[in-house]
C-alpha cells in the first residue's frame, strides 16, 4: 500500500463556477463519499477511509484530527490512524447514513436515536461541544451499532440545537413520513431547505421553552 502522504497527494481538484470539483485520484483509492469540506476514499483492501478536505479547508483537515485525537477513548468514534496538511485517516464504516437509511427506506429504530445520544453525551464528557450533527453524519453499521463522522466543529462554541431538532422530527414525524420504499430526494432536500430558514428554526425552539 502507497503511503498515505501518497494517497492523499493523489486527490487532484479543480474550480468550476466557484464550486470544488474532483478530478484524478489514485486507482486504489474507492471513492465513498462527499461534503461541504472535502472526498472521502476507502483505500482499497483495507478498513481505512482517506478524507481529503478541499484546497480552500486544509484549516479543517487540522481540526478534525485533533478532535478526532480527543475521542478516541469512545467507541462511537472511529479510530484516527494518520493525517496530514489536508487529509485525515480513519475507519472505514460499513454501513449507511440516516440520511442514506431516510431514501432508501431502512427504518431507523428509537434505540438507533438513543445510542446517538449518548455518543454526544460521551463527546461533551469529553469537553467538546457537538455542532454539525445531521442525518449524513451519523451512520449505522452492518452489526447496528451507531457510529458518528464529521467531527470538525465539535469545538465550536455556539450552541447548536440541530440534533435536538432532529430528535424532535424523529418522535413527532418520522412514523408517519417512513416508508418502506424510500422517501424521494425532492422531498428530503425540500425539509433540508425550508429548516436552513431562520422561521422554522425558531418553529422548532418554540418546543423547548
Ligand atoms: N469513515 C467513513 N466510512 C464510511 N463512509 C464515510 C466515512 N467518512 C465519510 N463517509 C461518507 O462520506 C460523506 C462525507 O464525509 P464527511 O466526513 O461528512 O465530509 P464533510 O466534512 O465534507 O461533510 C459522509 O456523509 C459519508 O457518506
Ligand atoms: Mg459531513
Sequence with gaps: MK??????????????????KLIKYDPSLDFI????????????????ALKVFFPNQEQTAIEEAEIYQQLQTISYFPTIYGSGHNYIVIDYIEGITLFDCLRSGIR?????????????????????????????????????????????????????????????????FYKRIYSPKGIPDYFLNMI????????????????YH
Design 3 to 20: 503511503s498515505f502522504d501518497e494517497l492523499a497527494a493523489s486527490v487532484m481538484f479543480t474550480q468550476v463556477k466557484g464550486m470544488t
Design 33 to 48: 463519499g462527499e461534503g461541504r469540506s472535502a472526498v472521502v476514499f476507502r483505500i482499497q483492501s483495507s478498513d481505512y
Design 108 to 172: 431507523i429504530s428509537p434505540e438507533h436515536i438513543q445510542e446517538a445520544d449518548h455518543a454526544l453525551a460521551a463527546a461533551r464528557e469529553s469537553g467538546l461541544n457537538p455542532s454539525d450533527i445531521h442525518l449524513k453524519n451519523i451512520m449505522i453499521t452492518k452489526t447496528g451499532e451507531i457510529k458518528l463522522i464529521d467531527v470538525a466543529r465539535f469545538r465550536q462554541i455556539k450552541n447548536c440545537s440541530q440534533w435536538d431538532d432532529i430528535k424532535l422530527a424523529y418522535f413527532r
Design 192 to 207: 433540508s431547505n425550508l429548516y436552513k430558514k431562520p422561521v422554522v428554526q425558531k418553529w422548532f425552539a418554540h418546543f
